[in-house]
């Protein structure tokens, strides 16, 4: 299994500022994946963080509004830019398990954003 | 493509009564299938899974699913409710020699009732 922190766990923040959570993870992964949980909701998949190359966006994400740091292979950021009140959500860090992997899903305890 | 339904958004039970949530799955492959569980204010947490082998998987805290081929479901069960079961749960499927490409369902929120 992973260990995956994440940094803040809660923030109130106002409209248009912007807010850079973090991940750490106790093992190197090769890819880690940033989703979305508005309130009441399933999870959405923002972006594939990859270290060493540009992130990857599902449809409906773009890098502008959720610019992604990889410096290595055991930390990303999500930035959340010029924040608006539709943007408070949980934002969850994920990675593969790499153990005889056979596809499970670690989570972080995410950030929950509210935007005033 | 994969999707996946689970069926109810809200299912109540009384502590000690047999708990059932409902996953359906779509997919042109044969799945990975998941539920994770939610608490308030955490992450998900890893349930149990199918990959291969045996369809009758056991997880944490009494839980168990049955895969079924021929039904497309994954369904949840747990013969005794605890109210610390009161949380949400997420049926998952992911495509086989990917990985990763994850597609959840929309939850079910689970209170127990004392």
């Known amino acids: 299994s992973a260990v995956i922190s994440q940094k803040p766990s809660r923030d109130i923040c106002q409209r248009g500022t912007s807010l850079t959570i973090q991940c750490q993870v106790d093992s190197q992964v090769t890819m880690m994946f940033w989703y979305r949980q508005q309130p009441g909701q399933s999870l959405t998949l923002i972006a594939t963080?990859?270290?060493?190359?540009?992130?990857?966006?599902e449809s409906g994400f773009v890098i502008d509004k959720f610019p992604i740091s990889r410096p290595n292979l055991t930390f990303s950021t999500l930035t959340v830019s010029n924040m608006s009140p539709e943007d408070s959500s949980i934002y969850l860090c994920?990675?593969?398990?790499?153990?005889?992997?056979?596809?499970?899903?670690?989570f972080g305890e995410g950030s929950r954003l509210t935007v005033l | 493509a994969q999707s996946v339904t689970q069926l109810g958004s809200h299912v109540s039970v009384s502590e000690g009564a047999l708990v059932l949530l409902r996953c359906n799955y779509s997919?042109?492959?044969?799945?990975?299938l998941f539920w994770y569980v939610q608490y308030p204010n955490q992450g998900l947490q890893l349930l149990l899974k199918y990959t291969t082998g045996a369809t009758l998987v056991k997880g944490i805290n009494g839980f168990e699913a049955e895969f079924k081929k021929s039904e497309t479901s994954f369904h949840l069960t747990k013969p005794s409710a605890h109210m610390s079961d009161a949380a949400e749960y997420f049926c998952?499927?992911?495509?086989?020699?990917?990985?990763?490409?994850?597609?959840f369902g929309t939850g079910t929120s689970l209170t127990v009732i004392p």
């Open positions: 963080a990859n270290q060493g190359s540009e992130a990857t966006y």
């Open positions: 994920s990675v593969l398990g790499t153990v005889r992997s056979t596809g499970e899903l670690f």
């Open positions: 998952a499927v992911s495509v086989r020699f990917t990985g990763n490409q994850f597609y």
């Open positions: 997919s042109s492959v044969p799945p990975y």
